[in-house]
C-alpha cells in the first residue's frame, strides 16, 4: 500500500511476465522480467534486500516490486520477510509494532523494506562520486564527514588501490531525472533527525522523520536553543515572525520546490533540518557541508536531498530564516550555495542612506560579491537611530526599544555581537493628575474595556469599503459612548456621586489609552484609518520580551557598517536612471554611476521631492510615497539628582499619566526609567510629544521642560521633585535629513501602499525603509527586513542562476 501522498504503482490490467520486445532482439533477457510500475525506465531490476540465499539478484524473479525508479526488491525477498513461516517474518513484526505505535504511515511490507533493508549511500569527500554502502549499520555524522572510497562499516579501507577511480554506479543519475519523485512508491524517511526533539508533539513521518527512531531519542540530552530563538510554531499556538509551521510547505517554498510537492514531507525533513542546525548554532554561516552529514536515509533519495541543499539553504537565507545578521559568507566552492556568476563583471549599487535599511541592505550585499558604495547626508551613520552621550550616558534620540525579541534578527545580532540587553516589563504604573496610583481593577477594566471596542472595530471593517473609511477616533469615541448609552442604570443620589467619580476615572483612563494608541501610530488618531490602521495585524509579528539597548541601538549599527564603504556628509540630489547605469549626484556635483540604486530615504523627504528622480518616478509609484502618514513624535530626556519616582512606583521601569481631559492627550503620557544606577548612578526619566501636543515643539526647550515638570509635580506631589540636572529635547520633524519618526495609515488608505512603495522602478531604483515594509512598518526591525530585502531582489536580478 502506498504512503498518503505519494503517487503508487499503477500496475497493468494484464501482468507481463517477461518483455517480448528485449526477448526478440537479446537471447539474454529471456529470464529477465522488468518492474512493473508504470513509467519506471529500469530494464534489469537488481534486488538491493539480498535477504535470502534465493534473492534473484539482478536474474528472474516472479515478480519485482517497485519502490524507486532504481530500487527494487525481488519476489523472494518479500516472501522472506511476509511469510509467517519464513526466519525474517519476526524481524518485520517487530518493526511494524514500533513503527505503527508512533507512526500514521502504513506499516506494509513496502515501507519496511524501505525504512529498514535499503542500503545507505554516502557521498566521497574527495572525488564526491557516490557509493552504496552497508544496509545493516546506519552511517552517523562524523563518518559521512569523513568518508572516502573504499571504506567500509567496519572502518577498514578496501584492498582497492585508487577505489575512486571506481566509476560511480549509473543508477544515481536517475535522482537527478525531473520524474524521480513521481516514480517514488515508498518514502525512505529521515534517521536521527536533529531536529526531532523540537517536535515531538507532531507524527514524524508527516515531517518525513522515521517513526522508528522514537526509542533513540528517548536516551537523549535535547540541546537547547537560545531563548530569542523558536523556528517552530506549534499547530495550537498562533503564527509567529519569521517561525514555520513545521508540517506544511508554504506557497513559496511550493512554488520554489514543484518537485516536491508529491513528496512534501521530505522537503519537510530537509528544511526542518536546516532550520534546526541554525537555531542551535545562530553564530556560524550553515554549510552544505554541516546540513549534508545530519541528512540521513536509506536509499538513493539521499543523493536526491543532498544535491537539493544548495537551493534549499539559499531559499531559507532569502527568507531571513537562516544565516541572519553578522555572518560572512564561506568563499570557498565547496561551502558556499550562492551563485558567483555575474551577467557582467564587477557589478556595483549605491545605497543611498546611512539608516539601518540601508546599512542591512550594504551588509547583505557586499557579503555576496557586489561592489556597495553607500551615501549619507549626515556627519554620522544611524537615521532616525540616533544616540547621544552629552549627559554623561547613553540616551536613544530615536529609536529605543525592540518589540518581540523571539525570531527578531537584531536581537539575533546583538546575541552574536555580545551588545547587552535588558528586558523591559511590560507592567506600567498608572498615575492620576492627583498623584493617586490608579486601582488595579479599574486599570485592568479600562484596558480590557479599550482591546474590546477595537476588537468591535476590527469587526465593524469587514467588508467595508475605502470610501467608507473615518478616522480611528471618530469610531473609537463612536464605539465607546454606544457603549455607555447601552450600559446606563438607575441609581441613589449617593450611588450617582460615586458612579459619577469612577466614570470621571475611567474616562480619563480612556484619553490614556487613546494617547497610546496615538504613540504607536505617530500622530493625532484624528488623522489615521479606522479601516487600516493596524493593517501590519494580518501578518505574523515578533512576539515575546521586548527589549531595550542599555548602550543603544546604534551598536548594532556600528556593527552593520564595519568594513562597509560609506561617504558621510553627502547629499543626494539627483538619481538618473535614464541610461543603462543608474547616476547618482549629490549637492556639490559629485556624481556616482552604478547598475543598481537603492534608495533608504525617510518617507518624509521622498514627500517632499528632496531628491530629483529622472525620469520622474511612475503616477503608481508616486501616488503610493504621497498617501502614507508620517509620524511625528519628539522625545524628553531629563537627568535628575535622585530617583524621586521610585517610592511610589517600586521597581517598576515605566509609569503612565492619565491626562485630566481630551485636550491633554500626548502631553508626556509616559515615562520610562533608563537609569544606570547600577552602574554610574545616572538617572534618567524619558517621555514623549505625540498628536495635539506637539505644537509645544515651537517653544524653547526650557519651556518644554518646564511643562514636563509641572506634570512630574502633579504626579509626585508628595515628594521634592528636583530640577533636572540636565536635559535634551529632540527635534527629529526639523531634522531636514528626517523630518518624521515613523510611517501610518491615514484615512482612505490601505496597507496596499506600503507593498507599492517596496516595489522596484525599471529594475533600476530600489526602495527600502521601514515606510516599505508592509508587515513590520514603524520599526527598527522593519527597517533592517526591508533592507536584506531588496539586497536580495537586487542580487537576483545580478546573477546568471540565483540559486
Known sequence: MSSPGIHGSRRNAKRKTIDSSDQATDPSFKNIRRCPHSGCPTKVPICFAGATERCAGSGYTSRWYHTSAAEHYCNECFEHYYRCHKDGYEVYLSWKKLWSTHGTTDASIRMFMTNSVLPFWVQCRECHKWRQWSKSTTPIPEFLKNYVCGTMA??????????????????????????????????????????????????????????????????????????????????????????????????????????????PSMYLAIRNICLTLWNLNFKEWLTKERCATQIIC????RVLYIESLDKVLWFLTRRGLINVGLLSVPRSPQSSYISNKFIKPNPSVIVVGAGTAGLAAAKTLQGLGLKVTVLEAKSQIGGRVCDDDSLGVCVPMGAQILNGALNNPIAIICEQAGILVNSLSDSCEVINVNGELMDKQTDERMDFHFNAILDIIADWRKGKELTQDTSLLAKLKEMHQQFLDESQLSFTTDEQK??????????????????????????????????????????????????????????????????????????????????????????????????KVLVTLPLAVLQDKDVEFSPCLPEWKSKAMKSLGVGKIEKIILRFPRPFWRKKIKDCKVFGHIPEKQDNVGYFNVFYDFSTDKVDKMYLLVTHLTGSALKLRDRLDRDVVAACMEVLKALFPEETVPKPLDYFVTKWTKDPYSKMCYSYVPIGVDGDAYDIMSQDVASKVYFAGEATNRQFPQSVTGAYVSGVREAHKIFSTLVEDDT
Not at 572502518?155 to 520524474?179: A, F, H, I, M
Not at 466614570?503 to 494617547?515: C, R
Not at 549599527?557 to 547629499?571: F, V
Open 154 to 263: 567496519s572502518g577498514k579501507k578496501s584492498k582497492l588501490e585508487n577505489p575512486c577511480e571506481v566509476p560511480e554506479d549509473q543508477r544515481v543519475t536517475l535522482t537527478r531525472d525531473p520524474s524521480w519523485t513521481h516514480l517514488i512508491s515508498s518514502l525512505s524517511y529521515m534517521k536521527n533527525s536533529p531536529a526531532w526533539p523540537y517536535l515531538t508533539s507532531y507524527f514524524p513521518d508527516k515531517l518525513g522523520m522515521c517513526p522508528s527512531d522514537h526509542e533513540v531519542f528517548k536516551e537523549r540530552k535535547t540541546p537547547v536553543m537560545h531563548k530569542y530563538l523558536q523556528p517552530f510554531v506549534e499547530a495550537d499556538s498562533s503564527e509567529i515572525a519569521n517561525g514555520v509551521a513545521p508540517d506544511v510547505m508554504e506557497e513559496q517554498e511550493m512554488d520554489e520546490f514543484p518537485e516536491y510537492a508529491s513528496i
Open 298 to 301: 536509506r536509499g538513493l533519495g
Open 498 to 595: 460615586k458612579m459619577l467619580a469612577l466614570f470621571i476615572e475611567e474616562e480619563s483612563l480612556m484619553n490614556f489609552h487613546i494617547s497610546n494608541l496615538e504613540f504607536a501610530c505617530g500622530d493625532t488618531l484624528r488623522n489615521v484609518s479606522a479601516l487600516h490602521w493596524d493593517q501590519n495585524e494580518d501578518y505574523p509579528q515578533f512576539s515575546g520580551e521586548n527589549l531595550v539597548l542599555p548602550a543603544g541601538i546604534s551598536q548594532v549599527l556600528s556593527k552593520l557598517a564595519e568594513g562597509l564603504d560609506i561617504d558621510l556628509d553627502t547629499k543626494v540630489t539627483k538619481v538618473d536612471y535614464g541610461e543603462e547605469t543608474v547616476k547618482v549626484v549629490s549637492e556639490n556635483g559629485k556624481e556616482w554611476t552604478a547598475d
